[in-house]
């Protein structure tokens, strides 16, 4: 019977640290909707990355041919985003250290908006127009 409580709790311990370190690898992820009001074509979204290893996830639907300007502004120099379309696909720059593009959409649906810190936290301010 000892076996078997010494076996339960070397269990409970080697999956709870394992559980604990994936999540520390993957670090927090909020996701929200952007939600134009009606008759406007922009919108001002604010937040807070507590360290590289957050990311703030933002959605909002488009058609093709519009044209979008996503912009974030922050004390930190290394706050940017990454921007991609209904196919997961990269949009403008590749680099991580986006922090403003403009340009026309090529397809209707739903796109992201991945809001990052390279290095540091700090809090951000994320510009979507749509056009």
């Known amino acids: 019977m000892k076996r078997r409580s010494t076996f ?3 269990a409970f311990i080697v999956t709870t640290l394992f559980a604990t370190n994936a999540g520390a690898q993957h670090g927090y992820r909020l996701e929200k909707q952007i939600n134009f009001a009606a008759g ?10 507590a360290d590289e290893q957050e ?3 933002y959605k909002f639907k488009a058609r093709e041919g519009q ?3 996503v912009r974030v502004t922050s004390r930190n120099t290394d706050m940017s985003f990454i921007l991609t379309d209904a196919g997961d696909e990269r949009i ?4 991580l250290k986006t922090r403003n593009w403009e340009g026309e959409l090529t397809a209707t649906g739903e796109y992201r908006i991945l809001v990052h810190a390279l290095s540091g936290k700090g809090r951000y301010a994320l510009f979507v127009t749509i056009k």
Do not use: F, N, W
């Open 8 to 10: 339960a709790i070397l």
């Open 40 to 49: 406007q074509s922009s919108a001002v979204v604010k937040g807070r990355i």
């Open 55 to 57: 990311t703030h996830e």
């Open 67 to 69: 044209r979008v300007e």
């Open 92 to 95: 403008g720059d590749a680099a």
